[in-house]
């Protein structure tokens, strides 16, 4: 969480499902069974707020930050964060939904070097164009989809989108966004960061620190498989109705084209 590292105000738990570098589907089934564990301890009143008891203890003055990728697109997260907290604000990282599959599926092939064919997992027909939907690394960039779940929950207002292209290409900008969305005073500015050519990704640093910088780990910022530009055509194709639409939902246009 690079607010919170070097933000006085922004505390961040010392864990994060991310941190375990999962898939998708492996971040959703866990963040399921977490959750489901905790009512259960709350049920037989082994814990008031099991959720917020695993936060760390912070002053008035202070926020606390806690990250899982998994949140924003599992179903039942909604209403257990709002069960816990209806005050919470929440910040949600999107990019271009078929980057973002082609990343996933880049990330996943590493590990699974067996994997089929990106064609073959995002489509049930390519010839007809048809998509398959039920492929989580194509059902996570239905943003849309996903943001009508929350906002049974939660208010617009209560939500910020965080542009995950302008996030490499101008951080201190994204950031002093989500300062203000939270409140808290522009400490965080071009100052905290540098470009890493080799991973083509900002780092953080302290100004004031010695100490090494903070950069993505070596699961990060892989080269992306090279997918058929038609295959890429039909999901953009796919994409745009549901883009709108978030972008309508938003009231941004995050120019995914």
Not at 184 to 199: A, E, P, Q, S
Request: include cysteine; aromatic fraction near 10%; hydrophobic fraction near 35%.
């Amino acid at each position: 969480n690079r607010l919170a590292v070097i933000h006085p105000s922004a505390f961040d738990p010392l864990w994060s499902l991310e941190e375990l570098d999962l898939s998708d589907n492996q971040l959703t089934t866990l963040n399921h069974k977490w959750f489901s564990k905790l009512e259960v301890l709350q049920q037989l009143n082994v814990l008031d707020n099991p959720y917020r008891g695993l936060m760390p203890r912070t002053l008035e003055s202070q926020i606390t930050m806690e990250k899982t990728p998994s949140y924003f697109v599992t179903k039942e997260t909604p209403h257990r964060i709002s069960a816990m907290s209806q005050e919470t604000k929440l910040i949600v990282v999107v990019r271009d939904p078929v980057t973002r599959a082609i990343s996933d599926y880049t990330q996943t092939l590493s590990k699974t070097p067996d994997l089929p064919s990106f064609q073959d997992l995002a489509f049930r027909n390519q010839t007809l164009g048809i998509v398959d939907m039920s492929w989580n690394a194509i059902r996570i960039g239905l943003y849309a989809l996903h943001l009508e779940n929350w906002l049974r929950y939660f208010p617009l207002t209560q939500i910020h989108f965080v542009s995950g292209e302008r996030l490499i290409t101008d951080p201190a900008g994204e950031l002093s966004r989500v300062q203000d969305f939270l409140g808290l005073k522009r400490i965080v500015t071009d100052k905290h960061f540098y470009f890493n050519r080799t991973k083509g990704f900002p780092c953080l640093k302290k100004p004031e620190s010695s100490g090494s910088p903070r950069c993505l780990g070596k699961s990060k910022g892989r080269t992306h498989v090279q997918i058929d530009r038609d295959a890429i055509e039909q999901l953009r194709d796919f994409y745009r109705p549901y883009n709108v639409k978030f972008y309508e939902m938003v009231g941004h246009d995050f120019k995914w084209e």
